[in-house]
Nanobody
């Protein structure tokens, strides 16, 4: 299985973007997560959800602005980002884990997609 992230781009502060993460190969049940990273900093957790998409977990910095969802039949996860701020600028990565103990822990995810750049201008 491979993960392919897409949907990044340049947007003004207050705008919205929707990221997609498509999993190729067989359908799998896993926790899907989104992380982000800026140069010189650790990759940080953004959001995660279970395979049905009905159990979600968010970083405090994005609660109320970002929404993670999943279309299990299409092997695709999404990250809807609203009210974007310049500090949301980063490379965003999707990841998957079969059974993470901590949904927000980067080390719990063993499958990663390539990043997609999100730039929010002020």
């Amino acid at each position: 299985v491979q993960l392919q992230a897409s949907g990044g781009g340049l947007v003004q502060a207050g705008g919205s973007l929707r990221l997609s993460c498509a999993a190729s190969g067989r359908t799998f049940s896993a926790v899907m997560g989104w992380f982000r990273q800026v140069p010189g900093k650790e990759r940080e957790f953004v959001a995660s959800c279970n395979w049905r998409g009905d159990s979600t977990y968010y970083a405090d910095s994005v609660k109320g602005r970002f929404t993670i969802s999943r279309e299990y039949a299409k092997n695709t996860a999404f990250l809807q980002m609203n009210s974007l701020k310049p500090e949301d600028t980063a490379v965003y990565y999707c990841a998957a884990s079969k059974n993470p103990r901590d949904w927000g822990a980067r080390a719990e995810y063993d499958l990663w997609g390539q990043g997609t750049q999100v730039t929010v201008s002020s």
